[in-house]
């Protein structure tokens, strides 16, 4: 069987399809026919319908998918599958779009000595499986991509701070002060406020470790009486971060507050803590939004949210790949 004549191809797994068919449709490429095959023990495979011999093929995957059915491992191991298909059906590269890493708060083990490092079991599994590279949006951590081997598979963590903040201006959703929800983020909320051309501060987080997803308080490192902040973090999970923050900013006198996150996760009681907030501030006369991008896309949330879709930068960042141009000047780049 001959090589295929166009190496650019497209392919998607189920729970990555809306993404998938924007890019393939701005691309002008149809996707790859594949299927995921699951059994009733639970055990799947995936299998290519369509020849990739020769392929720079790009696998899709969401790494969270919020009411696709099923789990996050669930997904991790089909995208496995499909990795190894095309390399047993010879690609010549296979690049996976995972805009949501899993397990990349699991970069390191926090002071408790018996527990795995997830985040580079991940990376080695996907470059055992015969990957050459992974894009991901945002990562938690960027020190992740020293976890993979950059003689088989590197990654490309792309930033959105750019292309997001150019939408938030037209959106009319920026505020004069941008804030971190904690001391890690600092660096990542400096970018935005330059961008943004705004002030910057602080909040430093206390946690409670003894249990998951528990946040004690937040303290205030800046000034912010009188102003709109916004408030840039990479993940927004269960919201416990996001009440912390806000009630702080409230406290010291800040007025309307908007959160911009690259990961609108949203797990249990998120929606329930915003739907609060949003409510508190039409009870006391300030306004509460949450930006969110489509690396996790959500339907029929609530009018405080908006979402910034990353499908245009996929689309460029596949381009510039594709033919051996850079991704940084696809991020920096005005959306067309």
Known sequence: MSAVKDSLMLLSLDAARPMAEEVARRLDRPLVRGEECWFASGEGKYVIR?????????????????GEGRSIYDR?????????????????NITVILPYYPGARQDKRKDRVREGISAGLFARAIQEAGASRVVSVEIHNEAIGGMFD??????????????????????????????SPDVGGMERARRFAAELKAGLV???????????????????????????????????????????????????????????????????????RLDGLAARGVAEGWRFRVVGSSAVHHKNLPEWYHEFRIEPLISEIISQLHVGGSVTWAQQADER
């Open 202 to 272: 602080g909040l430093s987080k206390e946690r409670d470790y003894s249990t998951v997803n528990r946040v004690l308080r937040s303290t205030l490192i800046g000034e912010v009486r009188g102003k709109d902040v916004l408030i840039v973090d990479d993940i927004i999970d269960t919201a416990g971060s996001v009440v912390a923050a806000v009630d702080e900013l409230k406290t010291h006198g800040a007025t309307d507050i908007t959160v911009a996150c690259g990961h609108p996760v949203f797990s249990a009681p998120a929606i329930e």
């Open 76 to 92: 991790f191991v089909m995208l496995l599958h499909a990795i190894e298909a095309a390399s047993l059906s010879d690609a010549a």
């Open 150 to 179: 950059p003689g088989r598979c590197r990654l490309e963590n792309v930033y959105l701070t750019h292309r997001m903040c150019q939408w938030m201006k037209h959106a009319g959703l920026t505020c004069s002060i941008v804030a």
């Open 50 to 66: 369509e020849n990739v011999r020769g392929a720079d093929l790009y696998i899709f995957q969401a790494g969270i998918a919020p």
